[in-house]
């Protein structure tokens, strides 16, 4: 079983209407609905390659059972803390011609400690050796930036793995319990150890810094340009399949998607960055928050190439 953990997850809802104006009434001409979270875009795009998965993390209210049904609904299983009060909705207008926009977010339910810890003994109960563990996106109010890094060392534990897809203070902690990956964008991993990542040589300089943190396997993502995966055997550049992009909103989690399951098949971690990078490249060549499926990815990933790259 691979387990997708989103600890902040929120109903994501669009409305279109013709044209911007404050203080009026606007009518919607479409609105749509999406379950938002990070680790259930992962959970979509292992759905997308046949693959099951668990949901988990926290719910409430209403907008909770929303998203635990949605996700019901698209096959993917669920098993979550409920908390008090209710799931954040955020709520986008965006104009027909997508040229403006107004978002808000509400901050979500605050989780005690005593949830923390349910959550904590819910991994405890669930994880067994070498099944895989994604934990995606940021922290809701009440939890400390060390959650991820308390899993990750329950998850080691147990010897079931780890992939660690998070920024900030989350990620530097999470580091130290020495997860199996962790998959930060450039930009995420200059954020965090303050290097340069305008070429490759200081991205892999990056990525030696992250493993100096803890991180066993590291894989920095850069959009288009592909990837550069470290391990302690070396260092691989991965370009990414051309494609036509229409929404890379959300490729880092379907590269993280693709990795967990190719890894999932044993497949080498060299060969899963190909199968990361497709999937993402397969996602950013769709509209809207649509992810990409097994047709698309088998393609995309006869198009990708790496390199070995040495490092000093
Ligand atoms: N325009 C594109 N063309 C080809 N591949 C792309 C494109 N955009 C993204 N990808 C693929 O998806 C992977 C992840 O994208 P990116 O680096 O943008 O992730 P991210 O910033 O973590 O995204 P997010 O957090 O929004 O999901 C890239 O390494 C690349 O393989
Ligand atoms: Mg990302």
Redesign the pocket.
Known sequence: MIYTLTPNPAVDRELTVPAMELDSVLRASESRVDFGG?GF?VSRLLKGMEASSTAVGFLAGNAGELLQNGLKSLGIGTDFVWVAGETRTNVSIVTQTHDHYIKVNEKGPLVNFAKQQELLDKIDLLAKRDEWWVLAGSMPPGVADDFYARVVSVLNKHEAYAIL?TTGEALRLGCVEKPYLV?P???EAQALTGLPVSNTAEIAAAAAELRKMGAQNVVI????A??LLQTSEGTWL?H????Q?KN????????VGGLVWALDQAVSLKDALGW??AS??A???LSGTEVGTRPLIEELFGQVSFKKIETV
């Open positions: 990070k875009n897809d998959k964008n450039a930009e993502s850069m959009g288009k592909g990837a991965t990414s399949p051309k494609i992009e890379p909103i959300g490729a880092g989690d379907s590269m990361g990078v993402g490249a996602t950013a060549s």
